[in-house]
C-alpha cells in the first residue's frame, strides 16, 4: 500500500493551492485520510482529516481557509488551501488508516512529502 502526494509548490501570501493524494495497492478499506504538515522547527500537526464525505475536522490555524474532501471511488484525499500565509510553509504529509487484505488490523500510511512555500 502506497499514498502518493502531489501539489505542493511556492506561492505568494494570498493565494491558493490544492494537495492531492492517493492511495493504491490491494486492500480492503480506507477509515481515514488525514493531511498533517511539519513546519520548521516544530513537530508534525494534523492539519485536516476526512472519515467520510461529510465527516470533517480542521485545526484550529487553518479553519475557514483549507476545504479536505475526499473521493472515495478513487481511493483520493485533496487539502484546498486559500489565504495562504507564510506561516503555512512547511511539508505536508498525506496520511491514511487502511486495512491491508489478507489482515484484520488497520495499518497507518504516510505519504512522501510534499513541500508548500508562501512567499511574502
Known amino acids: 500500500v502506497q499514498l502518493q502526494a502531489s501539489g505542493g509548490g511556492t506561492v505568494q501570501v494570498g493565494g491558493s493551492l490544492r494537495l492531492s493524494c492517493a492511495a493504491s495497492g490491494t486492500f480492503s478499506a480506507i477509515k481515514l485520510m488525514a493531511w498533517y504538515r511539519q513546519l520548521p522547527m516544530r513537530q508534525r500537526e494534523l492539519v485536516a482529516s476526512v472519515r467520510n464525505i461529510s465527516d470533517t475536522r480542521y485545526s484550529n490555524d487553518v479553519k475557514g481557509r483549507f476545504t479536505v474532501s475526499r473521493d472515495i471511488a478513487r481511493d483520493s484525499i485533496y487539502l484546498q488551501m486559500a489565504n495562504l500565509k507564510p506561516e503555512d510553509t512547511g511539508v505536508y504529509y498525506c496520511?491514511?488508516?487502511?486495512?491491508?487484505?489478507?489482515?484484520?488490523?488497520?495499518?497507518?500510511?504516510w505519504g512522501q512529502g510534499t513541500q508548500v512555500t508562501v512567499s511574502s
Open positions: 496520511n491514511a488508516h487502511i486495512r491491508p487484505v489478507d489482515d484484520h488490523l488497520w495499518r497507518n500510511y
